[in-house]
């Protein structure tokens, strides 16, 4: 059997417009060549997705979203990823599982079997874990279940040398006062995007906003 690949995602989320974790990204940008260095941001989902599919996906989402009221975001500390050298803030409430449940069940059967282009790379590479893999196969992206972790991104460390203890330090000083708070969401997106290797290169093919209540 062939597998049908597209470089079309659909991505769910929302802005995060908060100065504070901007200053803490440029910060890293500015010394450690941080290459995620666009707005902050928060995903419930990404999913490959055919682009024949782009009005199912918004029927389905508008009548999804006419439902639900403001969701809450609480944030956790500073989490440092070592492998990817990849600094964080996890989103550590229940609801957004939840929420990313609903949305995979909602979503996956009108995927077709789809695949991201880059993730068939990945699994022809053996970049991925046999979990992973199945991930992908099933619903279309590797960070599903028990392998979403919800975060928002602060950044990624670039440079070849660094202290590591002084820049968790740095991030700590900026970021604490975020720690164990909470912010209302109520405002959310839905995108539809053309695939590319960082974000900042992606093609915006449809988006829509959604306001809950």
């Not at 403001?70 to 990849?86: C, S, V």
Request: hydrophobic share 35%; glycine share 4%.
């Amino acid at each position: 059997m062939n597998t049908k690949t597209t470089p079309n995602t659909i991505s769910i989320g929302t802005q995060i417009h908060n100065p504070i974790i901007m200053e803490a990204k440029a910060y890293l940008k500015e010394n450690f060549g941080n290459k995620y260095d666009i707005e902050p941001h928060f995903n419930f989902i990404i999913m490959a997705m055919p682009d024949y599919r782009l009005k199912d996906l918004e029927q389905k989402l508008d009548v999804f979203f006419n439902k639900k009221t403001g969701i809450e975001l609480k944030f956790g500390n500073l989490h440092f990823e070592e492998k990817q050298r990849f600094f964080s803030i996890p989103i550590i409430n229940k609801d957004v599982m939840n929420i990313h449940k609903d949305l995979i069940n909602l979503l996956n059967p009108i995927r077709d079997h789809y695949i991201r282009e880059k993730d068939l790379v990945r699994i022809r590479e053996g970049k991925t874990d046999e979990l992973e893999e199945r991930y992908i196969y099933d619903y279309g992206y590797l960070r599903v279940l028990e392998r979403f972790i919800p975060h928002i991104t602060i950044g990624n460390i670039k440079n070849e040398e660094f202290n590591l203890e002084e820049i968790k330090t740095r991030l700590d000083s900026i970021l604490s006062n975020l720690y164990n708070t909470s912010l209302k969401v109520n405002e959310l997106y839905a995108t539809f995007i053309e695939d590319a290797e960082i974000q900042s290169d992606y093609k915006w093919i449809w988006e829509k906003t959604y306001i809950l209540n």
